[in-house]
C-alpha cells in the first residue's frame, strides 16, 4: 500500500475496491469512466483498486465470486467496497455468504440489479430475504440508483431498501445507468463517512 497524506490526517491512503459491471469491453470503455469520476472527486488520500473480472462479457456469478473473495480478503481495515451494476449484485451476493469483510469502512452498490422478486431472476444468484441480517453487521451501506435507468429500473433500489432497511438510498433525478459517468454523490458520502470517523476517534482520545 502506498503511503501518502489522507483525508484524516493519517500517513495511509484509504482503499477502495471497485468492482465493474458486466458487458464486453466493459472494463476499458464504461466503468472506467465510473473509476476516473470516483478519483477526481475524491482527491487525494484515497486509492481505488479496479481489477478486471474474469469473462466479463458472460459472467459467472460462482467464478466472479471467488474473484472477489480473494480481493476482499487483501484489503485493510476500513477499506470501502464499491460494485456497479451486476457487480454490486455479486458483490453483495459474496458479503451475503461470509467472505472475510472484518472492518469495512462501507459497502457501496451503483445502479445494482435486485435479485429475487420483483426484480431480476437468476440461474446462479440465490435471492436472499436474510440479505441485512447476512451482511457484515455494523458497516454503513450506500444505495445509489438513477431515475433513467433502463437496464435495471429504479424500483431495484426500493427492493434492496427494503431488504437492508439502515442502508442509506440516493435515487438521482436524470441518471442511467451509469449515473452519467458521475459519481460526485457517491465521493461526497464516503469523505463525510471519513470526517464521522474522524470525530469519533478524536472523541476517543479526549476521554
Known amino acids: ?19 465493474q459491471g458486466a458487458g464486453e469491453d466493459v472494463h476499458e470503455q464504461w466503468d472506467n469512466k465510473l473509476v476516473e469520476s470516483l478519483r477526481r472527486e475524491l482527491g487525494a488520500g484515497y486509492e481505488i483498486r479496479y481489477p478486471r473480472m474474469p469473462n466479463e462479457a458472460d459472467p459467472r456469478a460462482d467464478v466472479w465470486g471467488a474473484t472477489l473473495q480473494s480481493e476482499i480478503a487483501a484489503l485493510p481495515s476500513g477499506a470501502i467496497v464499491v460494485g456497479h451494476s451486476l457487480g454490486g449484485t455479486i458483490l453483495v451476493n459474496v458479503l451475503a455468504e461470509g467472505a472475510r469483510a472484518d ?35 455494523g458497516v ?6 438513477g431515475d433513467k435507468d433502463t437496464i435495471a429500473p429504479i424500483s431495484h433500489v426500493s427492493l434492496y431498501a427494503d431488504a437492508i432497511p ?22 461526497s458520502d464516503i469523505r463525510r463517512l471519513e470526517a464521522d470517523s474522524l470525530d469519533v476517534r478524536r472523541s476517543l482520545e479526549q476521554i
Not at 110 to 115: K, L, R, S
Not at 166 to 187: F, G, K, P, T, W
Request: without cysteine; negative net charge; glycine residues 8%.
Open 166 to 187: 439502515h442502508a442509506h438510498v440516493r435515487q438521482l433525478i436524470n441518471r442511467d445507468h451509469q449515473l452519467n459517468n458521475n459519481l460526485s454523490e457517491v465521493a
Open 1 to 19: 500500500m502506498r503511503s501518502s497524506s489522507s483525508s484524516d490526517g493519517g500517513d495511509t491512503m484509504r482503499q477502495i475496491l471497485f468492482v
Open 103 to 137: 472492518g469495512l469502512g462501507a459497502i457501496v452498490l451503483i445502479a445494482a440489479p435486485f435479485i429475487g422478486d420483483g426484480g431480476w431472476k437468476s440461474d446462479d444468484i440465490e435471492p436472499r430475504p436474510d440479505l441485512a441480517a447476512r451482511l457484515p453487521a
Open 140 to 145: 454503513p451501506v450506500f444505495l445509489y440508483h
